[in-house]
């Protein structure tokens, strides 16, 4: 069967014509993947806030099925044992990222990727959409600089903050340190209108630590650093 399956591939090469998989929720790992054409053997760092899980509605396992690693910042303790599993070669940490370190309120829904700590987004979901709210729960929150300098070592160049953080976003980013980690490029999910553009508070904040908006999907916006 082996052999029969190599002269297959030998003489009718079909996998050169399959297209590749992705593991985001809208192909986010493919748009970042493209940004890094012709570097086929390079193995970088990411840093994904807010990683949900392992495989499911993943920016990094693609990147991480090629050799990379990185830190997985994730709230949720049902989903964190499964990060321990299936990405042993990362830092998986069961923490909330906040503008300060702390405790917080953490709202859980029947549909894990909607969990987050924003009451009013939470609540909102829980009154409007066929989603519901199961339970809440107190988790420790910290400052993105303060993880990223008990866990980074020297000279790692960050290639991407990937960070999905429901209603959080902002804070998350506001809580880094720019002027010592300044990844690539940065994930995050914010409002783009593309028929009336607009700025955000997001894109004003990015703009301001010298990052340029380069590419979107439905709800994830891509800059890179200038």
Not at 174 to 191: F, G, H, M, Q
């Amino acid at each position: 069967m082996k052999r029969i399956k190599q002269f297959l591939l030998k003489y009718l090469p079909i996998h050169k014509f399959r297209s590749h998989s992705s593991y985001s929720q809208e192909g986010e790992d493919a748009v970042l993947a493209s940004f890094y054409e012709g570097q086929k053997k390079y193995k970088g760092f990411y840093v994904d806030v807010g990683a949900h899980h392992p495989y499911r509605f993943s920016n990094t396992m693609a990147f991480y099925k090629r050799g990379w690693k990185g830190i997985n910042i994730e709230p949720n303790p049902e989903a964190m044992k499964w990060f321990r599993w299936f990405r042993r070669r990362d830092i998986n940490l069961n923490l909330g990222v906040a503008d300060s370190n702390g405790t917080l309120t953490y709202y859980c829904f029947n549909e894990p990727a909607l969990n987050g700590f924003s009451k009013q987004i939470s609540e909102d979901r829980d009154t409007n959409t066929r989603y519901f709210l199961t339970k809440t729960i107190d988790v420790p929150v910290r400052r993105l600089d303060a993880i990223l300098d008990e866990h980074v070592k020297e000279n790692t160049e960050i290639d991407f903050f990937s960070i999905d953080a429901e209603g959080f976003d902002l804070a998350v980013l506001k809580s880094n340190n720019w002027a010592k980690y300044r990844p690539r490029y940065i994930l995050v999910e914010d409002t783009f209108d593309m028929d009336s553009p607009s700025s955000t508070p997001v894109i004003d904040f990015l703009k301001q630590q010298d990052y340029r908006l380069v590419a979107k999907t439905k709800r994830t916006l891509f800059f890179r650093r200038s």
